[in-house]
C-alpha cells in the first residue's frame, strides 16, 4: 500500500513507522487537499506479520514510540497535525492529519509525481486499487493513478493485495492494554 511496506514507513515515519520489524496494514487512504496545503492519511488493521511474541511487542513499541512520543520524525517535509491510534471494531486503526508549505514535498512522500502535466502514482504489484478520485489505469502489466495537475485534491484508496489476515498479529490486543496503564 503506498508501495505498502515503503509508504508504512509514512504511518511510523509519519505515524511514521520505520519497519523495524514486520508492521503492516490492509487498507490505506489518502486524501491530500492542494488549495489548503494539508492532508491526511488513514491505516486500516495495523498488524505485525510476526508470529513471534517478542517480535510482535518490538513492532508494537516502535509503533507507540513513533505515534506518540516521536513528534518531528519527518525532518520538515510535513507537519503533523495529529497522530492517532484508534479502535475500530476487532482493528487497530491509525490516522495522521498534516501540513505542508511545498505541495511537491507532501506528493513526494507518497511517491506520487508530476509527468505530463498531471500528478501519477504508480502502484505496486502488491496494491489494489479500491477508489479515489483520480483516473485509474493499466498497461502493459502497470497500474497507475493520474490526476490532472489543475486538480485541488488528490483521494486514493488502496488495499494490499498480499494481506493475509491468517498470517498476522493484531495490535489491537496491545494497544488496548497499553491504555489501560496510561
Known sequence: ?????????????CLTLTLIGCLSFEE???????????????????????ADEETIKGDFQALIDLVYYDKDSNEGAVEFISKKLYRKGTQLNGTIKFS??????????????????????????????????????EHNSKKAVKWDKQSKTI????????????KTTSLLSHWLEWRKIR
Request: a negative charge; hydrophobic letters at 35%.
Open 100 to 137: 505542508f508549505k511545498e505541495p511537491e514535498t507532501a506528493l513526494n512522500e507518497f511517491n506520487i509525481k508530476i509527468a505530463d502535466n498531471k500528478y501519477v502514482y504508480e502502484m505496486g504489484a502488491d496494491e489494489v486499487y479500491k477508489g479515489g478520485n483520480g483516473k485509474y489505469s
Open 1 to 13: 500500500m503506498m508501495k505498502i511496506h515503503n509508504k508504512i514507513c509514512f504511518l511510523i515515519g
Open 155 to 166: 483521494e486514493l484508496e488502496i488495499r494490499s493485495a498480499s494481506f493475509d489476515k491468517t
Open 28 to 50: 490505506v487512504y489518502l486524501f491530500i487537499d492542494l488549495s489548503k496545503n494539508v492532508g491526511e492519511v488513514r491505516y486500516v488493521n495495523i498488524v505485525s506479520d510476526s
